[in-house]
């Protein structure tokens, strides 16, 4: 079993930065692909960014590319790091792990969740 717990999300004003964590214990992470979604109210969960194992390749959604980098450390912690936010990145982010080295872009292959963090950004 995997627990993650998010943290780092807040307010900012647009043209802001936050930068995320997400701390994985119980069993180790090291060998699966983890990534962040975010969900708005009224929307589906989309994917933001994934990072496969050993940090070999990572993916991000175009509407996040240039803006956002995902990161992992050999502690057992996810990063992503977002600047330039825009109103439009409002959300709840998750972060989150699946049992596989694949980094699939599907929520419904991730076995491990977090509770997520908030993320507000003003315009």
């Known amino acids: 079993q995997v627990q993650l717990v998010e943290s780092g999300g807040g307010s900012v004003q647009a043209g802001g930065y936050l930068k995320l964590s997400c701390a994985a214990s119980g069993d180790s992470v090291s060998n699966k692909c983890m990534a962040w979604f975010r969900q708005v109210p009224g929307r589906e969960r989309e994917v933001v960014a994934r990072i496969t194992p050993s940090s070999i390749k990572t993916y991000s959604t175009d509407s996040v590319k240039g803006r956002f980098t995902i990161s992992r450390d050999n502690a057992n912690t996810l990063y992503l790091q977002m600047n330039t936010l825009k109103p439009e990145d409002t959300g709840i982010y998750y972060c989150?792990?699946?049992?596989?080295?694949?980094?699939?872009?599907?929520?419904?292959?991730?076995?491990?969740w977090g509770q997520g963090t908030q993320v507000t950004v003003s315009s």
């Open positions: 989150a792990a699946r049992s596989n080295w694949f980094c699939s872009g599907s929520e419904n292959d991730y076995n491990y």
